[in-house]
């Protein structure tokens, strides 16, 4: 007689249906003998099921932007990983080229930007759909922008951007988001999961300049 | 783009094709039909969602920068799901080492009270979210080689072909890996009273 060691080891392919007429037999005599290995059966069918109705999960909403933008930064560092010598040379050269004036320039663009100024309306709002509408309709997906309105003057001005190409992880972006909570107002971290995308995700007030706002927009 | 992402009909191995003739938008496809399935893959692995979606991005950059090394004698999603599960055990063994300092600072009691108190009341395992909790970490105490197993086949739904090519182990061993992991899984969890999750 076979012991129940043995019988455990058939208890997979008896679930899974891959038994044939003999061992099925076999087994299904010895369940009827022994409770223990009976029960034993019925847990694992059990567990098994529960395994196959776990909830699924779906990527957070930030997962496409930052996999673009992963992407992007890899095919800019292609070339350099492995610069392609004259025999090679197609149509990717002028691509190529082509794609960095086009860095260049978009770079070139918003540091001339960062040091300008620009009338604005005299509302936050009006003036944060301005920017949107005008001087940051441009920029291409994969930008965090910061810019300062100031609400009295009717001014507003780029005072940075950066890049979400130069973060490693989700995590790391988070973290970095995280880190440049050192004046704001507390209305809470932007949050990437929920933010619309083209839309701006805080609002901040400088505390030594109140009718200064600051606003970050996520491309 | 789009109208790739929803053509269910074309085949992973034409997109692959398509996209190692620089069809970008065969990638973007190809990442449209697995993020999620690789996600709850690494997700169930490793129990934590922010480092399973890096696992899952990492995977994405190794499919750009290695088109090329698919070849079409394998199914392409065993070839994916071996790119994301090698990245998977690698974060492990990662988090291991860095778990190594963290058990040092605790003391004895800190260490052994860990998912035993809450395996203790099993009459209390009411609601879906804590059954679901109390299986993922059951799933996280298995060896990896148990986990790799059981959820490609419990839970990702994977056939026994499949898992075997993804882990590159002969049949016979991916079904006596299944077994295994199934009655460990199942002595871990055989004071649980399982509600519908």
Request: aromatic content about 8%; overall charge positive; glycine content about 2%.
């Amino acid at each position: 007689m076979k012991n129940c060691d043995h019988y455990t080891t058939l208890f997979s392919d008896y679930i899974d249906g891959d038994l044939d007429d003999r061992a099925r037999s076999s087994l299904r005599a010895h369940l009827a003998a022994c409770p223990a290995c009976a029960q034993r059966l019925n847990a694992m069918q059990a567990v098994r099921g529960s395994l196959a109705q776990l909830p699924h999960i779906k990527t957070s909403e930030s997962f496409d932007l930052l996999l673009q933008a992963r992407l992007r930064r890899e095919m800019r560092q292609a070339p350099r990983r492995r610069p392609f010598p004259l025999f090679e040379l197609n149509w990717r050269v002028p691509a190529y080229a082509a794609a960095a004036l086009c860095l260049v320039f978009f770079g070139a663009l918003l540091q001339r930007r960062s040091y300008s100024s620009f009338i604005a309306k005299s509302s936050d709002s009006v003036a944060m759909d301005t920017v949107r509408r005008t001087d940051l309709a441009a920029i291409e997906p994969g930008y965090l922008v910061f810019v300062e309105l100031d609400t009295v003057n009717n001014l507003y001005r780029i005072i940075n951007y950066g890049g979400i190409d130069n973060v490693n992880s989700l995590q790391d972006f988070r973290r970095a988001l995280a880190q440049q909570d050192d004046n704001r107002t507390r209305t809470g971290l932007p949050n990437l999961r929920t933010a619309p995308q083209n839309r701006s995700v805080t609002m901040r007030t400088r505390q030594d300049m109140p009718q200064l706002r600051q606003a970050e927009f996520i491309f | 783009m789009s109208d790739l992402k929803l053509q269910p009909d074309i085949s992973d191995e034409e997109l692959i094709r398509r996209f190692q003739e620089d069809d970008f938008a065969a990638y973007n496809a190809i990442v449209h039909r697995y993020k999620d399935q690789l996600l709850n893959f690494a997700y169930r692995f490793l129990g934590n969602v922010e480092e399973a979606e890096d696992i899952v991005q990492e995977t994405f950059l190794r499919l750009y920068r290695n088109k090329h090394a698919y070849r079409q004698i394998a199914k392409f999603s065993t070839w994916i799901y071996t790119i994301a599960g090698n990245l998977a055990k690698t974060e492990l063994r990662k988090r291991k080492r860095r778990r190594v300092v963290s058990i040092s600072d605790m003391g004895f009691e800190d260490k052994d009270h860990e998912i035993k108190d809450e395996l203790a009341n099993t009459e209390q395992v009411a609601n879906s979210a804590l059954t679901e909790k109390i299986i993922q970490q059951a799933i996280d105490e298995l060896p990896p080689r148990f986990r790799q197993v059981i959820i490609l086949r419990d839970i990702q739904e994977l056939s026994y072909e499949e898992v075997g090519s993804i882990l590159r182990i002969p049949l016979g061993t991916v079904k006596s890996r299944v077994n295994r992991a199934r009655l460990k899984l199942q002595a871990k969890l055989k004071d649980i009273k399982m509600p519908a999750l």
